[in-house]
């Protein structure tokens, strides 16, 4: 018999979400999509649940823009209302998740700052999604420079990067390795902050080790393009990964080429998985994107098996952030003029 997974309402988080995933669209309103202009693309998702969203914001934007902020906007909400919503174990790893929004909506602070962009524009950029508020994201944007804005940062969400890349930052001005920092410090707290033993946790934690296993996979594409050093490439590496530890991480980046290692990576038990997304002939942009199917099928098919968990909470997320992703890919391809082929391939469905 199914155990619930430690103390929380899973029972009415996962309704309330498995509610709105049968509202998320499918793909054949994709397909419906594809064929449509802008104006066009604006008015049918305004007829599938971002209706408020594009009624508020039609008055300050149109076109590409008045997609990218209702598509936006329309996520934070539902992501902050299944936040709200719960409570105990299920609150607590729900918004271990959701605090990838804060660290994104961090760097595009960051990054706007050191390169002097326009707080309103900045400011349509953030996706209010995490644990942090509005306020916090305004008193962080009010701040004259970008130390200032990562120190008060990490004070916020009780971290702290590493005396070496702060250094780094100072003597260089680059960001880069601030960037990582963060996205390093998110996955580990993340899969720090899944704690119990019961099957449904277990599930979970394995999850958010695979997805890290795919984010190291994902810098290694990346590196091999840009022909990083093994070495460097070292101080970029997630430890918790179920199957890529630090051994094998420092082997995949001394391979030669792209084609090698994506050959070495069939030693990995996940390859069995991921080997219909991957293959030796795949190009990086596509690999990556192949990843994030596997990635989101994965959720998908953990959440069916302990439905009154979080896995299922975590799934819809994933399902949201895709369809938000696919219906600005979608907009921006027509509006580039790509080749549907092209946009239908870049999609995750």
Known sequence: MFKRSGTGNFAYTSSRVKAKKSKLLKAEDYNKLQAMSVPEISRYISESGYSKEMTDLAGMHDGLELVEYATYGNMAKAFRSILGAAS???????????????????????????????????????????????????????????????????????????????AVYKAQSDLAPVEDALVITYYEDL????????????????????????????TLLKFKIEKVDAEVGMKFFI????????????????????????????????????KDYVSADTDVIGAISALSHYQSDLAESVSALYPLSV????????????????????????????????IKEMLVI
């Open 191 to 218: 899969l720090a902050s899944v704690k119990g033993n019961d099957r449904p946790t277990t599930v979970f934690r394995n999850y958010v080790r695979s997805v890290i296993d795919v984010k190291n996979i994902e």
């Open 88 to 166: 105990g174990d299920c609150k607590n790893m729900v918004g271990a998740y959701l605090k990838k929004w804060d660290y994104i909506n961090a760097l595009t602070i960051l990054r706007g700052k050191r390169y002097g962009l326009p707080l309103d524009e900045i400011r349509g950029d953030l996706v209010v999604a995490g644990y942090l508020n509005m306020e916090d994201f305004e008193k962080l944007m009010q701040m004259a420079n970008v130390e200032d804005i990562l120190a008060s940062f990490c004070n916020l969400m009780h971290i702290r990067i590493p005396e070496e890349v702060l």
């Open 311 to 342: 896995l299922p909470v975590v799934d819809y997320m994933l399902r949201k952030e895709a369809e938000v992703k696919n219906i600005r890919m979608i907009a921006y391809g027509i509006n580039a003029g790509l080749d549907p082929a092209v």
């Open 239 to 274: 430890k918790g990964g179920r199957e890529i530890d630090e051994k094998l991480m420092s082997q995949y980046l001394n391979t030669p080429d792209v084609p090698t290692l994506l050959n070495d990576l069939q030693q990995l038990k996940m390859y069995a998985d991921i």
